[in-house]
């Protein structure tokens, strides 16, 4: 795109310009974001070009056998898995499979896996878009990751003692949760935002009549996982994030017109921000002031219900420029962040005010002009926001109490632009969401690598782009590419001393039989099934061979005896579709239908001694 007269974009399609003057014209700008992504961009700075070189003065390898100062949780988007990545190296560390298998790991494979699978909809896919850690006084405790399916409707919860997901919830009522936030500053909620619109139920009923399509606004216990409540909503929830003072949950919205085309949806000027008023809404629960749709009270939270009238409205409608993408609080608790995408600018909501304010409008306190395609803010905690620009391809810092006293539009509020590469989405600092920020780094999660990375056929990886940002005194500097697989979201960093990941599994937190090396041996459990104990060890099963008869039914548990960390052992069954790891000390099960008859020789994936290619057992199947 070429520089049009008033320093807009023009987009080489006749009639489409942005004027960045103004407010983009909701019609116009949904088709520029599409127009535009992955073409160069202009602003004021010069150029958001993808910058030639990285890597500048600071250094942010970790030398060998040096450990990396902080976790980074990345979100796997609809590859299902999250992603564990040290800060500053940026080198992975592991994967935690979620709403996916993983054959690695054998996560979907052993029973107690494929049941949470199973249980939670069966599906062999999801897409995790938002990861948050769990808090107690408004800082992470190390105890649980939440993680939203915007495929599915799920919630997971990944246990941080042993980095596996434990718990994954398929919320009643909802198709897609695409916000997910817990409640700070102690987690009592997990929230998910319900993005698309529906029947309530939605049991083929009111097929083709939107007007009766409901969005919703889910609370999950973070204990239990059971949904509390819901909250019905005008128009289409977005994403969302927590106040902190454990009473305030802003979601982002879009589509108050509640059409079902993009034509429809980007018709009207405004769209409404909800301010969710958990306490209120907890109120109305007690009193009863809720319908039950398949088991969950559902709270009218739309802007006629008789809830939204009184002094304490449960929800405030908040209006923005159209189509608002994300929402952040920044570490005090005072602002909402309000990324504009369609509006160059990010709309600044008082927390403080909202209680007080007859018109929810006046609860707005800023709105400096960004830069084109705001999506993203993160803080350094030293009263500095970063806002990423999808369209204009920068990462923007701006001044936050600057921004409040500027008129609203002004450019005035900005420091510093750092061209990132093409079309970042999120963008996260260290610790940015706890009351107490690091500062230092910053990642910048851009969509699209095009020609930073070898090539690798046509599906590219993203580019992940670290960014020293020091305590936000500092010039921003880009010191790292980072390729990732298809295709992170969002991801959160915690220092690793609020971490305490535990290096042999503790029999005490499962329930299952531990297998000792004496208990080894085959039961038979009924007439077409048996009961397979066997432990492992460098370098032999608990059982060198063990028969079963042609159409039973085979439960095969094994431990894991070693008590050293880092010695894991695999059982790979072929033709059986069987492979799982059993770490030290822990105990696992898969049941399966011996249904061939013949000699199976099962082995060890892992390569754990000297002897590892002997580690075999053998399993004879006697035809029936
Ligand atoms: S969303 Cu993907 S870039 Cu799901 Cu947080 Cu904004
Ligand atoms: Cu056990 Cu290889």
Excluded at 334 to 346: C, E, H, I, N, R
Excluded at 380 to 385: E, P, R, T
Excluded at 424 to 437: C, K, R, S, V
Aim: charged share 25%; hydrophobic share 30%.
């Amino acid at each position: 795109p070429e520089p049009d007269d008033d320093g807009g974009v023009s987009l080489g399609l006749p009639g489409l310009s942005l004027n960045r003057r103004d407010f983009v014209k909701a019609g116009v700008a949904a088709g520029a974001m599409g127009a535009v992504a992955g073409c160069s961009s202009l602003n004021g700075g010069g150029g958001g070009q993808a910058t030639e070189s990285g890597g500048g003065g600071v250094d942010h390898s970790v030398a060998p056998g040096e450990h990396d100062e902080y976790y980074g949780f990345w979100s796997g988007g609809h590859s299902g898995e999250l992603r564990v990545i040290g800060i500053p190296s940026m080198r992975e560390l592991t994967r935690i499979p979620v709403f996916n298998t993983d054959c690695a790991s054998g996560y979907g494979y052993t029973d107690d896996t494929k049941q949470l699978l199973e249980d939670s909809g069966g599906y062999s896919w999801g897409d995790n878009h938002h990861p948050n850690l769990s808090e107690t006084d408004g800082d992470y405790d190390g105890e649980y990751l939440y993680v939203n399916d915007k495929a599915n409707g799920r919630i997971a919860r990944v246990n941080l003692t042993y980095f596996e997901t434990d718990a994954i919830t398929d919320v009643p009522n909802m198709q897609a949760i695409h916000g997910c936030t817990v409640l700070s500053p102690d987690t009592k909620y997990v929230f998910g935002n319900g993005e698309f619109r529906a029947p309530l139920p939605n049991d083929g009923r009111d097929l083709d009549d939107p007007d009766s399509y409901t969005a919703l606004f889910a609370a999950v216990d973070p204990e239990s996982m059971e949904t509390q409540w819901q909250v019905k909503v005008d128009g289409n929830l977005d994403i969302n994030d927590s106040g902190k003072e454990g009473r305030w949950v802003i979601a982002s919205a879009y589509n108050s017109e509640e059409a079902t085309s993009i034509q429809g949806m980007t018709r009207d000027d405004r769209d409404d921000v909800k301010a969710f008023d958990i306490p209120a809404i907890e109120q109305a629960v007690e009193n009863g002031n809720y319908e039950e749709v398949n088991g969950i009270p559902i709270v009218d939270g739309t802007k006629e219900s008789p809830l939204n009238q009184g002094d304490r409205p449960i929800v405030k409608y908040i209006p923005t420029p159209k189509s608002p993408h994300c929402v952040e609080v920044e570490p005090n608790g005072d602002y909402a962040m309000v990324a504009g995408k369609l509006s160059p600018t990010v709309t600044i909501i008082d927390l403080n005010k909202l209680p007080e304010v007859e018109d929810p409008a006046d609860a707005v306190v800023g709105r400096p002009r960004v830069g084109l395609g705001p999506l993203h803010t993160t803080f350094d905690g030293n009263g500095h926001a970063y806002t990423s620009l999808f369209i204009d391809s920068q990462a923007v810092k701006w001044d936050i109490e600057a921004a409040v006293e500027a008129e609203e539009g002004s450019e005035e509020p900005i420091i510093e632009r750092q061209d990132v590469h093409y079309n970042p989405g999120h963008i996260q600092a260290l610790e940015a969401m706890t009351t107490d920020p690091d500062g230092e780094w910053l990642v910048s999660l851009n969509k699209l690598s095009k020609d930073r990375f070898l090539p690798v056929g046509p599906i590219m990886p993203d580019n992940d782009q670290l960014i020293h940002i020091g305590q936000g005194e500092k010039e921003m500097e880009l010191v790292a590419d980072h390729p990732a697989y298809p295709e992170p979201h969002d991801c959160v960093f915690a220092h690793k001393d609020k971490i305490d990941a535990k290096k042999v599994y503790d029999p005490e937190d499962y329930e299952e039989t531990y297998i000792t090396e004496e208990a080894s041996g085959v039961e038979r459990t009924g007439e077409n099934s048996v009961h397979v104990k066997m432990t492992t060890k460098r370098s032999e099963y608990g059982l060198p061979d063990f028969t079963v008869q042609e159409g039973d039914e085979v439960r095969l548990t094994t431990t894991n005896i070693e008590g050293i960390q880092d010695i894991i052992h695999g059982v790979a069954i072929p033709e059986h579709d069987i492979n799982y790891a059993v770490a030290p000390q822990d105990t696992r099960e898969v049941t399966f239908t011996a249904d061939e008859p013949g000699v199976y020789w099962i082995y060890c994936t892992f390569f754990c001694s000297a002897l590892h290619l002997e580690m075999r057992s053998r399993m004879l199947v006697e035809p029936a």
